[in-house]
């Protein structure tokens, strides 16, 4: 098989266009933190859905003339009032209670004066009293029928907040991805076993299965296979038929123990990529019978590129998210960054708020086999297609990994 050449974008659009988002289900709110919402959800009634006071101080019309009011109820929250409020009259509120009717305003304890002579409390304001004054009109934060949460939005505690407001308890939200891993090559050992000549522990299989499960996948199978074609083809078989994603780590590149290669032909519907980006160029792609099959390089600064690039917002798609790539800065960079025109470049970088904005710097040797850059990059610095370099000063598009914090190094 003869892997293909194609950009960036294409690879990008390929994937996308393979995309068939899972079906949708029904959730409880304790469960829809972190997932997609299938459906709009509109507003079955007004918020808040009746007028009600922002203080604890005194309902009273603004229209009557300034002086003494006599204070007739006291109204606490939950509680409505007996009768609508009459010239002359106020009534104690509380935060929340329903505005009696014929009240205007809301004037606060702490600008008002209290009398208790005569057959009743009274109260005057020590200020002019606005219409609308300290009150809260129903629908002033939502309006009936309304559009509360939007299909495709990930769903957040706060979210979760408003829809219980709502009374809605169960919401439509995107399936969640199955995704199994297939780890090749003969020189890895477990992260626990004890180092031997000439092999290495396997770092990049524990990585993805975390990446995964961050994107919102459910890992469902890890496994690791010798260099043997038919073992591989066997294990890939056996992921294509319980997961919705399938990867495979290694073994798609021009050498001559590439297993991942060699059993491409028998199981079909899946392409060699060489796409034009660093790291990450050998690869490979396709969807056997609606599933999704990325066949990832095996250093792990390749793994981790693809991954951001082409992997998740696939994994996110699927899951129906609206927004499926993780945040964007505008940076400047701090240090010459060679690259090459013709090809994406994706460069480790930490980076630094200063009074000017974010800058970034290369986190190490952009060397793929090299793990430390990786683990003390904050973004992806994207150097365009069109590039041959970027100079010091100059601004790039930098894909948000992960917030800097005094992490030292």
């Known amino acids: 098989m003869r892997a293909e050449s194609l950009s960036l974008a294409e690879?990008?659009?390929?994937?996308?266009?393979?995309?068939?988002?899972?079906?949708?289900?029904e959730a409880p709110l304790s469960e829809a933190v972190g997932r997609a919402l299938a459906a709009d959800v509109r507003a079955p009634h007004a918020l808040p859905p009746f007028r009600n006071s922002s203080m604890d101080g005194f309902a009273v019309r603004s229209a009557d003339s300034d002086g003494w009011r006599r204070v007739h109820e006291t109204l606490a929250a939950g509680a409505g009032s007996a009768r609508?409020?009459?010239?002359?009259?106020?009534?104690?509120?509380?935060?929340?209670a329903p505005l009696p009717d014929g009240a205007d305003a809301v004037v606060p304890f702490e600008e008002a004066d209290e009398s208790a002579e005569g057959d009743a409390p009274r109260m005057r304001a020590r200020g002019p009293i606005a219409p609308g004054a300290n009150i809260r009109d129903a629908g002033a934060d939502l309006a009936a029928g309304a559009v509360a949460l939007a299909k495709g939005r990930t769903l957040g505690p706060h979210d979760v907040g408003l829809l219980a407001a709502l009374g809605v308890t169960r919401v439509p939200v995107g399936g969640v991805p199955r995704a199994a891993i297939v780890s090749t090559g003969d020189e890895l050992l477990p992260p626990d076993a004890p180092l031997a000549p000439g092999r290495i522990r396997d770092s990049n299989r524990p990585v993805l299965e975390l990446l995964l499960a961050e994107a919102g996948a459910r890992v469902v199978s890890s496994v690791h296979a010798p260099d043997d074609p038919?073992?591989?083809?066997?294990?890939?078989?056996?992921a294509l038929g319980m997961a919705d994603v399938v990867l495979t780590i290694g073994g798609v590149s021009a050498g001559d123990f590439d297993p991942v290669k060699q059993s491409l032909d028998a199981i079909g519907g899946i392409a060699l990529w060489r796409v034009a980006m660093k790291p990450g160029r050998p690869q490979a792609f396709g969807a056997p019978g609606d599933r999704l099959f990325f066949g990832l390089p095996g250093n792990p600064a390749s793994v981790a590129c693809v991954f951001e690039v082409?992997?998740?917002p696939a994994v996110r798609a699927l899951a129906g998210h609206g927004e499926t790539e993780r945040p964007r800065l505008d940076v400047r960079v701090a240090e010459r960054i060679e690259s090459r025109a013709g090809r994406t470049d994706f460069v480790r970088a930490t980076l630094a708020h200063e009074a000017d904005g974010w800058w970034a710097r290369a986190a190490g040797a952009q060397v793929s086999g090299h793990l430390t850059p990786q683990s003390r990059a904050h973004a992806l610095v994207e150097i365009p297609e069109r590039s041959a370099a970027l100079e010091p000063g100059e601004p790039a598009s930098a894909i948000l990994l992960r917030w800097p914090e005094h992490d030292g190094m």
Do not use: Q, Y
């Open 310 to 312: 082409l992997v998740r």
């Open 84 to 96: 609508p409020l009459g010239a002359g009259e106020a009534a104690r509120i509380m935060t929340g």
């Open 11 to 25: 690879a990008r659009a390929r994937v996308r266009a393979a995309v068939r988002p899972l079906a949708a289900i």
């Open 230 to 238: 038919a073992r591989v083809e066997a294990a890939i078989r056996d």
